[in-house]
């Protein structure tokens, strides 16, 4: 059974800075395609950044580009989400999901096996 655990959210003032860790338990990281979503009060869940192991690519959202890096570390089987220049509608519940087949859309939640159960990240103005 694959697990995954975030953590690293809070709250902080708009511009600041925030990393998110996701933990992967349960079975090998290696193979494993990875993204971050979210989901703000009555809004649908949307894609944050995801990044693809078996292409070697990373993905963002329009909204995040050049604020929000993912990254991961195999040998801690973790996936990572560095949040620049955060603003108050960056606020909501993060979540981190993998992906155990290639060729999946890593944009839509409907490409992922497995979800954390979320980290919430509040930004004031």
């Known amino acids: 059974q694959v697990q995954l655990g975030e953590s690293g959210g809070g709250l902080v003032q708009a511009g600041g800075s925030l990393r998110l860790s996701c933990a992967v338990s349960g079975r090998s990281f290696s193979g494993y395609s990875m993204g971050w979503f979210r989901q703000a009060p009555g809004k649908e869940r949307e894609f944050v950044a995801g990044t693809d192991w078996h292409r070697g690519t990373t993905y963002y959202a329009d909204f995040v580009k050049g604020r929000f890096t993912i990254s991961r570390d195999n040998a801690k089987n973790t996936v990572y989400l560095q949040m620049n220049s955060l603003k108050p509608e960056d606020t909501a519940v993060y979540y981190c999901?993998?992906?155990?087949?290639?060729?999946?859309?890593?944009?839509?939640?409907?490409?992922?096996?497995?979800w954390g159960q979320g980290t919430q990240v509040t930004v004031s103005s």
């Open positions: 999901a993998a992906d155990a087949y290639s060729g999946s859309d890593l944009r839509s939640p409907l490409g992922y096996d497995y």
